[in-house]
């Protein structure tokens, strides 16, 4: 018996509308009931929540000088009033800053939260369940870190920041760029010759499959690797144009993708509202990106005056990073990674010089990897700009101008609402600081002694404020 096709088209309207119904009543596929339901209390409990800083000097992460004594009240997860007046507190809790520094989170700009806490073997080895619990018990302590937000520049961290967000586990904002995609012996292609040869358009190794990388021979594949991180919520794209330091067939000379599949990712992001950011040290492989639409360059250790220049003009920013020598100890003393380490570490002074020289949109970012005991360092390395810039430009640029650069996913940014500043109606990222980091940075070095307090979202995850 035949079906008639308006028939056939009715039947599957209904059953579209009941799913849509139920999925009202229903947690989404893959989500914990239990978890999505404390994340609805949580909000709750945020909205109706007040609480009211007193005589607190704000670091509004734009200023460099600190306010005259101030009020700041935060309900749910929004500063509602900024003032030098007492503002009432109406059923607030009040928090009595005592002078004390209340400024916004910091943000870490080039971080990988599935690679920070375990050795390189491990990374390359373990079953993807051990290292999700070991990213998640990271991601804690970078928020107690006073890190509220992180910019994820490669792995599989899209269930981690799905725990963060429903309030499973304690953690920073996350923006994810997903697998970070490289070439056939790129930087990320981390195979054996054994592994060989790929038939293209297949994944090429278990990190493919877990989701690290994606490995991308072509315009096509990489306008597919592309538009696979962007279904997961990728809120940038994260591509390796260049050699790196840790993977093992990558010199840090080459350049590895073509300016067309270059163009390619920078196509498919554009078309989907956000960015393509590119892993490059060279000034080939920089140019090349540039020329192909990129926005962002990360790293950028070996470039030169003239690439500088390009970028300056074209109003292109530098995600760079103050990399300490100790980072280098992830690899064996004398390997060829720990010596190209050692030349990217080299070129670290003369990029900072480059990027004030021709005023570049310079963001913060650590990019620790493979060492749960650095990653303790995070605020230390954030404090070592100071051989560059004024304590104050430093921490405008981990808030106010990290921030900006966030901006540039657009409506693929999950958090709607500003960071990275502390004015009326932004969001409640908050840490009270025991003294003056304008005056004294390294107190950011020690948040253990020094952030009293530590708020994100509107919610206190760390609260000394009232300790004697």
Avoid at 112 to 127: E, K, N, R
Avoid at 318 to 342: I, M, R
Avoid at 353 to 362: D, F, R
Wanted: proline fraction near 6%; include cysteine.
């Amino acid at each position: 018996m035949s079906i008639r096709p308006g028939i056939a088209f009715g039947a599957c309207a209904l059953l579209f509308s009941a799913a849509a119904a139920l999925s009202h009543e229903l947690p989404a596929a893959g989500q914990d009931p239990l978890a999505a339901q404390a994340k609805a209390d949580q909000a709750k409990a945020a909205a109706a929540s007040r609480i009211l800083f007193e005589d607190v000097r704000i670091f509004d992460g734009v200023s460099s000088e600190l306010s005259p004594p101030s009020s700041v009240l935060v309900q749910g997860n929004i500063i509602r009033k900024v003032s030098r007046d007492k503002i009432p507190a109406d059923g607030a809790r009040v928090i009595n800053g005592g002078g004390r520094t209340l400024m916004p989170g910091l943000i870490d700009m080039h971080w990988h939260s599935m690679f920070v806490g375990v050795p390189v073997a491990a990374a390359m080895t373990q079953d993807v369940g051990y290292l999700n619990i070991v990213a998640g018990t990271e991601a804690r302590k970078t928020l107690m870190r006073g890190f509220t937000t992180v910019r994820d520049l490669g792995g599989a961290v899209f269930s981690l920041k799905q725990a963060v967000d429903q309030g499973v586990i304690p953690g920073p904002r996350i923006y994810p760029s997903g697998a970070m995609i490289s070439v056939t012996s790129g930087h990320g292609d981390f195979r054996s010759m054994q592994d060989l040869p790929r038939a293209q358009g297949v994944p090429a190794s278990r990190h493919d499959i877990a989701g690290d990388s994606a490995i991308a021979d072509s315009p096509d594949e990489v306008r597919l690797r592309t538009r696979e991180q962007l279904m997961h919520g990728a809120t940038q794209i994260k591509l390796t144009a260049g050699g790196g330091v840790s993977s093992p067939h990558s010199p840090l000379d080459v350049v590895t993708f073509t300016e067309p599949e270059v163009r390619a990712a920078v196509e498919a992001a554009t078309n989907w509202g956000t960015y393509v950011a590119v892993h490059a040290y060279t000034p080939a492989a920089i140019q090349q990106a540039i020329k192909a639409g990129v926005l962002c360059i990360e790293h950028g250790s070996l470039m030169d005056e003239e690439t500088a220049q390009m970028m300056g003009k074209a109003g292109i920013w530098l995600s760079t990073q103050p990399f300490p020598d100790a980072l280098a100890d992830a690899f064996p003393k004398g390997s060829d990674q720990w010596e190209k380490a050692q030349e990217v570490f080299a070129g670290t002074d003369r990029t900072y010089q480059l990027a004030i020289k021709y005023k570049l949109k310079t963001a913060f970012g650590t990019d620790i990897l493979f060492s749960s005991a650095l990653a303790e360092q995070q605020g230390k390395i954030l404090a070592s700009l100071t051989r560059w810039y004024t304590p104050a430009q430093t921490l405008i640029m981990a808030t106010g101008t990290n921030a900006q650069l966030l901006k540039l996913s657009g409506l693929r940014n999950p958090y709607r609402g500003e960071l990275g500043v502390l004015r009326e109606g932004a969001l409640a990222d908050l840490l009270l600081v025991d003294g003056d980091p304008l005056q004294d940075i390294s107190l950011i070095g020690d948040p253990d002694k020094n952030f009293l307090l530590i708020m994100k979202d509107g919610v206190i995850f760390k609260d000394k404020a009232a300790a004697p």
